[in-house]
């Protein structure tokens, strides 16, 4: 097993992995610093940490944007970076332990672990935050924020930057707000070599997952039954969790993009969509694999599977440098067009009739085949942007056939290098 850049002191007071290396949190704040114009602030905010009922919380998952720039995993804390002498500068403000929290919550980072993580110097109480920023601000040609937005989102995410945004908008009229989100998915669609280890880690775990899990199954099995060896596998590991909710779907339950229910049995002649990714220091993987239930695919399960497979064998090499994800899908698209001709899914006939808008494939296939890996399981993406090298995408397609009650979909976690695709899930061979 390749090793991993860590050290192996924990930095956080919760935290379940080993410290990441803190050169990553320095490199990414410098990148950050060569796409901001002299002379503004620059303001990063945690997530909230937020309700459930009564006086119930929801785990507490940190915006990914705050990690990248600090590498603490904690609520109530605040980057800002302000502009002196030619460069950028960061303060890092924490909440500070009580003995109440740290009776009921458990401590917090002191300022030395903050300073140990994140490898900023100045760390300071979040109280000290307002009065420091006003008088900053004074001077600033204006300041950039943290914002959660993204195209495919299904609702609107008012966080903790959002809201600082819309106060300063407010404070401030004259001094202009903008949102980082273009600076940092910029930055953030290229990995650097500590990311990649540590999303290779995260790809380990759950191979050794799936290999653990895939002998298992059985006929007769709830697929929440699956879903608990699954997590056993990965926490025993250190992974910090699911990087999303698993899929673990049996029949048509396997037509069904993002189902979660995972309530159903397995019968004898199924197929089990297994589509599950480990987290590891807060870095995603993303696989799909498909199982026969009871051992053996029927002659039309396997002809389905084994034109997924030929599908996934030739977007991998449509992974080309310089190529947008917008051309790649274009031509994929053409692929999975000829392989339901194949399938008898489709006719030539439907095809001279289709919308070009909505290629007829899109029924069968109606999901991209691609998408950026890293901190989110969906990472940050500019879809105009050319494929570059360290770049981290998913390879995912499908072929869902509803009327025939099942659904395939194959997917392994791919890093562009100069040199050539690195399947970083190829050992997960079902």
């Known amino acids: 097993m390749k090793?991993?850049?860590?050290?192996?002191?924990?930095?956080?007071?919760?935290?379940?992995?080993?410290?990441?290396?803190r050169a990553l949190f320095t490199g990414n704040r410098a990148r950050l610093e060569s796409h901001l114009p002299a002379g503004w602030l620059v303001v990063v905010q945690s997530n909230d940490l937020l309700p459930t009922n009564g006086d119930g919380t929801m785990p507490f998952h940190q915006n990914?944007?705050?990690?990248?720039?600090?590498?603490?995993?904690?609520?109530?804390?605040?980057?800002?970076?302000?502009?002196?002498?030619?460069?950028?500068?960061?303060?890092?403000?924490?909440?500070?332990?009580?003995p109440k929290k740290a009776v009921w919550e458990g401590p917090k980072y002191t300022y030395d672990e903050a300073r140990e993580a994140s490898g900023i110097d100045e760390v300071r109480?979040?109280?000290?935050?307002?009065?420091?920023?006003?008088?900053?601000m004074e001077g600033a040609k204006g300041v950039y924020v943290n914002t959660n937005e993204y195209p495919q989102a299904q609702a609107e995410v008012i966080g903790r930057g959002s809201r600082f945004m819309a106060w300063c908008r407010t404070h401030y009229?004259?001094?202009?707000?903008?949102?980082?989100?273009e600076a940092m998915t910029s930055l953030r669609m290229i990995k650097s070599p500590l990311e990649i280890d540590l999303i290779r880690r995260a790809c380990q775990i759950t191979a050794h997952a799936f290999k653990?899990?895939?002998?298992?199954?059985?006929?007769?099995?709830?697929?929440?039954?699956?879903?608990?060896?699954?997590?056993?596998?990965?926490?025993?590991?250190?992974?910090?969790?699911?990087?999303?909710?698993?899929?673990?779907?049996?029949?048509?339950?396997?037509?069904?993009?993002?189902?979660?229910?995972?309530?159903?049995?397995?019968?004898?002649g199924d197929v089990l969509l297994l589509d599950v990714g480990a987290r590891y220091s807060r870095y995603a993987s993303d696989v799909?694999?498909?199982?026969?239930?009871?051992?053996?695919?029927?002659?039309?399960?396997?002809?389905?599977?084994?034109?997924?497979?030929?599908?996934m064998e030739e977007a991998k090499k449509c992974l080309v440098i310089g190529r947008t994800l917008r051309a790649?899908?274009?031509?994929?698209?053409?692929?999975?067009?000829?392989?339901?001709?194949?399938?008898?899914?489709?006719?030539q006939a439907m095809i001279e009739k289709q919308d070009p808008q909505r290629p007829a494939y899109q029924k069968y296939c109606m999901h991209g085949i691609s998408h950026h890996?890293?901190?989110?399981?969906?990472?940050?993406?500019?879809?105009?942007?050319?494929?570059?090298?360290?770049?981290?995408?998913?390879?995912?397609?499908?072929?869902?056939l509803p009327e025939e009650g099942f659904g395939i979909r194959l997917e392994d976690d791919i890093l562009l290098r100069e040199e050539g695709l690195e399947v970083l899930t190829e050992e997960i061979a079902l």
Not at 173 to 181: F, G, V
Not at 231 to 259: E, M, V
């Open 288 to 311: 799909t694999r498909v199982l026969p239930i009871g051992g053996a695919f029927t002659e039309r399960q396997k002809d389905v599977y084994q034109a997924v497979h030929r599908i």
């Open 328 to 347: 790649y899908h274009r031509e994929v698209g053409q692929i999975i067009q000829e392989e339901l001709l194949k399938l008898g899914v489709l006719t």
């Open 173 to 181: 009229p004259k001094k202009p707000s903008r949102s980082l989100k």
């Open 64 to 98: 990914s944007d705050f990690f990248y720039l600090t590498g603490i995993d904690q609520e109530e804390t605040v980057l800002l970076l302000y502009y002196e002498g030619g460069s950028y500068h960061p303060i890092l403000f924490i909440t500070e332990t009580t």
């Open 212 to 268: 653990e899990v895939a002998p298992q199954v059985r006929p007769n099995m709830y697929e929440y039954e699956i879903e608990a060896l699954f997590s056993a596998s990965i926490l025993r590991q250190g992974s910090d969790g699911f990087a999303y909710a698993p899929i673990i779907a049996s029949g048509k339950n396997s037509c069904t993009l993002h189902y979660t229910a995972n309530n159903q049995i397995g019968k004898q």
């Open 373 to 400: 890996l890293g901190l989110d399981t969906h990472d940050l993406a500019d879809p105009k942007a050319p494929l570059a090298p360290g770049m981290v995408l998913t390879v995912e397609p499908g072929i869902y």
């Open 3 to 21: 090793k991993i850049s860590l050290n192996e002191k924990k930095h956080g007071p919760n935290t379940r992995y080993g410290a990441i290396n």
């Open 125 to 136: 109480p979040l109280s000290d935050f307002q009065a420091l920023f006003g008088e900053l």
